[in-house]
T-cell receptor, first 114, second 112 residues
Framework: DAGVTQSPTHLIKTRGQQVTLRCSPK?????VSWYQQALGQGPQFIFQ???????QRGNFPDRFSGHQFPNYSSELNVNALLLGDSALYLC?????????????FGPGTRLTVT | QKEVEQNSGPLSVPEGAIASLNCTYS??????FFWYRQYSGKSPELIMF????GDKEDGRFTAQLNKASQYVSLLIRDSQPSDSATYLC????????????FGGGTRVLVKP
């Protein structure tokens, strides 16, 4: 049973650049949620994708955008990177209608902005 | 602002003892409650969830929920050094969107 996968594992970018992170959900899951976890803090909800649409959004600026593909995989894009965007970006998958709430996390992508 | 509060710790417990972690939440509409374990540099791992008042046991872990008092706790019995990690409490409220709201986590240190 394939778990949630994310790529890349680590990424270093410069302020002002753009970045794309990728996520493949757990086998059988159709919903992907993205979270940002700054050092020493709990994960903060960015947004959630289901049926290729953004369904919910947290308190993040429009610089953060995403996409979900027909195979349920998802991308997170961040434009005009700021130093404060340095964090662990987590993707979580779940099954809509049955257990939106039972979310399983991928290994994360560590983004460093210099 | 819906909040989930946890003591940041560290909570230091001797090996074999019971570790008791607490979490309070502000939104009475919260429906489901989750405990995740996160080792340093790793992603959160779901330990267990609870949505009814009372206790729920799974191996060495027991989750306790009291909706009237708006708190949820996690007990770790027979604590092992491998239990040393940060424990994240999360709440889910379907009416507020299908997302988890996390506390800041409690760091647990089990000493041999």
């Amino acid at each position: 049973d394939a778990g949630v996968t994310q790529s890349p594992t680590h990424l270093i970018k410069t302020r002002g650049q753009q970045v794309t992170l990728r996520c493949s959900p757990k086998s059988g899951h159709d919903t992907v949620s993205w979270y940002q976890q700054a050092l020493g803090q709990g994960p903060q909800f960015i947004f959630q994708y289901y049926e290729e649409e953004e369904r919910q959004r947290g308190n993040f600026p429009d610089r953060f955008s995403g996409h979900q593909f027909p195979n349920y995989s998802s991308e997170l894009n961040v434009n005009a990177l700021l130093l404060g965007d340095s964090a662990l970006y987590l993707c979580a998958s779940s099954l809509a209608g049955v257990a939106f709430y039972e979310q399983y996390f991928g290994p994360g992508t560590r983004l460093t902005v210099t | 602002q819906k909040e989930v509060e946890q003591n940041s710790g560290p909570l230091s417990v001797p090996e074999g003892a019971i570790a008791s972690l607490n979490c309070t939440y502000s939104d009475r509409g919260s429906q489901s409650f989750f405990w995740y374990r996160q080792y340093s540099g790793k992603s959160p791992e779901l330990i267990m969830f609870i949505y009814s008042n009372g206790d729920k046991e799974d191996g060495r872990f027991t989750a306790q929920l009291n909706k009237a008092s708006q708190y949820v706790s996690l007990l770790i019995r027979d604590s092992q050094p491998s239990d040393s990690a940060t424990y994240l409490c999360a709440v889910f409220d379907r009416t507020a969107g299908n997302k988890l709201t996390f506390g800041g986590g409690t760091r647990v240190l089990v000493k041999p």
